[in-house]
């Protein structure tokens, strides 16, 4: 005689009033927390007399360097909007951000771009930021390219904006940036790789400088290579067009002098020092 068999009851089953409360609950509080960090944004209205000493960014850097042992020097001296050259704030605005004084921290069309960028990439390839953004970025908070992290960078450039005039805006993000290991600001960079001051700096110095910015630990604006020489080149001719270079400037003057910058070393130093 044949052994019936009953159907096999399914292993997965819905899940009961209890256990869709606790979900619920989960999601609830997981969102709580996300909008907690988005909206909560730090007072900003200190900069606009006190000089940052230090940054978010370079907290993490340093965190980084003891935990693999090893000790991370900082050079940062600030510098005023007067002391620092006109050739590198022209250099660093047509590398960066040649829309900063018309955007009101947000370049929405770059924005746009970066995003269909990321999507045909499938990963978070381009971030899009202006000046104000990486200002926000490099005070409070982290490399991360979190999506999360990218909203509250948008909310913090939008509060920058409403509290600090462009030119204070633009003054911290030159005495901020990063410019190799432990090297912060236009004054130390000025020192490590050219041996002068801020004030100093010459156009071709300048685009080097500003070509070294997007990956500053990757890229010597000393370094001669070939990459590097194409990005000071692209920055001089973008200075030239936008009438940032006087026409007696000739091509083979900065030529021989983009020779002279790429034969040279930096004198970098792991010292630190902070001026208010």
Same mark, same amino acid.
């Given at each position: 005689m044949a052994k019936l068999f009953s159907p096999q009851k399914s292993s997965?089953?819905?899940l009961g009033g209890r256990e869709l409360?606790?979900?619920a609950g989960f999601l609830?509080?997981? !969102? !709580?927390?996300?909008?907690?960090?988005?909206? $909560?944004?730090?007072?900003? /209205?200190?900069? /606009?007399? /006190?000089?940052?000493?230090?940054t978010s960014f370079m907290r993490i850097k340093e965190r980084q360097a003891r935990a693999q042992g090893k000790k991370l020097g900082r050079? !940062?001296?600030?510098?005023? $909007?007067?002391?620092?050259?006109?050739? !590198? /704030?022209?250099?660093?605005?047509?590398?960066?951000?040649?829309?900063?004084y018309g955007h009101k921290g947000v370049d929405w069309e770059s924005t746009k771009k970066a995003l269909e960028t990321d999507w045909k990439e499938k990963r978070f390839a381009k971030g899009g930021s202006t000046i104000t953004q990486q200002v926000a970025r490099n005070l409070y908070l982290s490399p991360s390219k979190n999506p999360l992290r990218k909203i509250k960078e948008l909310l913090i450039a939008r509060r920058l904006e409403q509290e600090l005039g462009k030119r204070r805006i633009f003054e911290i993000y030159l005495n901020i940036a990063e410019w190799g290991k432990g090297i912060y600001g236009a004054q130390a960079a000025a020192e490590a790789y050219f041996g002068k001051n801020a004030a100093?700096?010459?156009p071709e110095e300048s685009a080097a400088l500003a070509a070294a910015l997007p990956s500053p630990r990757r890229y010597n604006p000393t370094g001669g290579t070939r990459f590097m020489e194409r990005q000071k080149s692209r920055i001089v001719a973008r200075m030239r067009a936008s009438g940032y270079l006087p026409d007696e400037l000739e091509t083979e003057d900065l030529d021989e002098t983009f020779e002279v910058i790429a034969s040279s070393e930096p004198a970098v130093e792991t010292s630190t020092a902070a001026a208010n």
């Open positions: 997965g089953y819905p409360l606790v979900l609830a509080c997981l !969102l !709580l927390a996300c909008a907690v960090y988005v909206l $909560w944004l730090p007072d900003v /209205k200190e900069l /606009k007399t /006190k000089n940052p000493v230090e050079r !940062l001296t600030w510098t005023a $909007w007067g002391g620092i050259s006109e050739n !590198l /704030k022209h250099a660093v605005l047509v590398a960066e951000d040649d829309g900063f100093d700096l010459t």
